[in-house]
T-cell receptor, first 115, second 114 residues
Framework: KNQVEQSPQSLIILEGKNCTLQ??????????LRWYKQDTGRGPVSLTI?????NTKSNGRYTATLDADTKQSSLHITASQLSDSASYIC??????????????FGKGTHLIIQP | EAQVTQNPRYLITVTGKKLTVTCSQN?????MSWYRQDPGLGLRQIYY???????DKGDVPEGYKVSRKEKRNFPLILESPSPNQTSLYFC?????????????FGEGSRLTVL
């Protein structure tokens, strides 16, 4: 069964510090991996999408990495800001299988930035 | 402005009273889907639609119905709501599900069933 595991479940860091969130997956055959940011009570918003051939992708202070061999991805946040407080969701797409339409969602990492 | 619009945003209802949550997108997307989000469980897919008149069950379809009569709209119907359907619901759309199909989410509809 295709699965996406995210760690840690929650994380508290001080403003200005860096942090890294992890996503491990068993989805096969792999198509792409997406990171979403979800503010409390709002809809998720896309941060990055990476295909098999992409190792790194940046979006401002957010940098996602992908190791398709070990089936791991990370999201690195540099110089955190209070507005980075949110849940971060990893979603992996399979060319077939996975969720009913090929999408498998992680449960998210809840990040809190303290002043 | 490209967007996915859900209504209502907040709703309190009683057990057994039929309700519909509407979802509309203005991006001419083929793919649309519904999710519910509960604490500790993440986003779980209810139903999805690859195109007009094509719908399919997701992971948690029990107690829900959908229809896709036109491309832009994908309403979620609760024929006889029960308290275990109290949740935060999200509609999403994508130009094409798959390799480059970025999902665009609505702002959510918080439903409470008493």
């Amino acid at each position: 069964k295709n699965q996406v595991e995210q760690s840690p479940q929650s994380l508290i860091i001080l403003e200005g510090k860096n942090c890294t969130l992890q996503c491990n997956y068993t989805v096969s055959p792999f198509s792409n991996l997406r990171w979403y940011k979800q503010d409390t009570g709002r809809g998720p918003v896309s941060l990055t999408i990476m295909t098999f051939s992409e190792n790194t992708k940046s979006n401002g202070r957010y940098t996602a990495t992908l190791d398709a061999d070990t089936k791991q991805s990370s999201l690195h946040i540099t110089a955190s800001q209070l507005s980075d407080s949110a849940s971060y969701i990893c979603v992996v797409s399979a060319r077939s299988g996975g969720g009913a339409d090929g999408l498998t969602f992680g449960k998210g990492t809840h990040l809190i930035i303290q002043p | 402005e490209a967007q996915v619009t859900q209504n209502p945003r907040y709703l309190i209802t009683v057990t057994g009273k039929k309700l519909t949550v509407t979802c509309s997108q203005n991006m001419n997307h083929e793919y649309m889907s519904w999710y519910r989000q509960d604490p500790g469980l993440g986003l779980r897919q209810i139903y999805y639609s690859m195109n007009v008149e094509v719908t399919d069950k997701g992971d948690v379809p029990e107690g829900y119905k959908v229809s896709r009569k036109e491309k832009r709209n994908f309403p979620l119907i609760l024929e006889s709501p029960s308290p275990n359907q109290t949740s935060l619901y999200f509609c999403a759309s994508s130009f094409s599900q798959g390799v480059t199909g970025e999902l665009f989410f609505g702002e959510g509809s918080r439903l409470t069933v008493l």
